[in-house]
Nanobody
Framework: VHLVESGGGLVQAGGSLRLSCAASGSIFSINAMGWYRQAPGKQRDLVATFTSAGLTNYADSVKGRFTISRDNAKNTVYLQMNSLKPEDTAVYYC?????????????????WGQGTQVTVSS
């Protein structure tokens, strides 16, 4: 199973970016999927996710500005980021809890993408 992110870049404060994360491989089901971010010298924190129950969960700092969405047919999750602030600058990582079929048994593992840099200038 692989997660491939795209859409990061440099934007001025107040601008917008849209991140995408596509999961590929022998996927049986995606149980949860979402976005985390890590700024230099800080821990990796939740930004927005779809839970295993299909609910959305947002960090307080991004509520009202960021929107997570998904395309189940494409195993893809998106993060629309509006009204960006310099403090949103970080590497954004996609995360997914995936059940896959090995050909014999089913396994469930947690996967991370390689990360995409988002830089917001003031």
């Amino acid at each position: 199973v692989h997660l491939v992110e795209s859409g990061g870049g440099l934007v001025q404060a107040g601008g917008s970016l849209r991140l995408s994360c596509a999961a590929s491989g022998s996927i049986f089901s995606i149980n949860a999927m979402g976005w985390y971010r890590q700024a230099p010298g800080k821990q990796r924190d939740l930004v927005a996710t779809f839970t295993s129950a299909g609910l959305t969960n947002y960090a307080d700092s991004v509520k009202g500005r960021f929107t997570i969405s998904r395309d189940n047919a494409k195993n893809t999750v998106y993060l629309q980021m509006n009204s960006l602030k310099p403090e949103d600058t970080a590497v954004y990582y996609c995360n997914a809890d995936v059940t896959y079929y090995s050909g014999i048994v089913y396994y469930t593992n947690d996967y991370w993408g390689q990360g995409t840099q988002v830089t917001v200038s003031s």
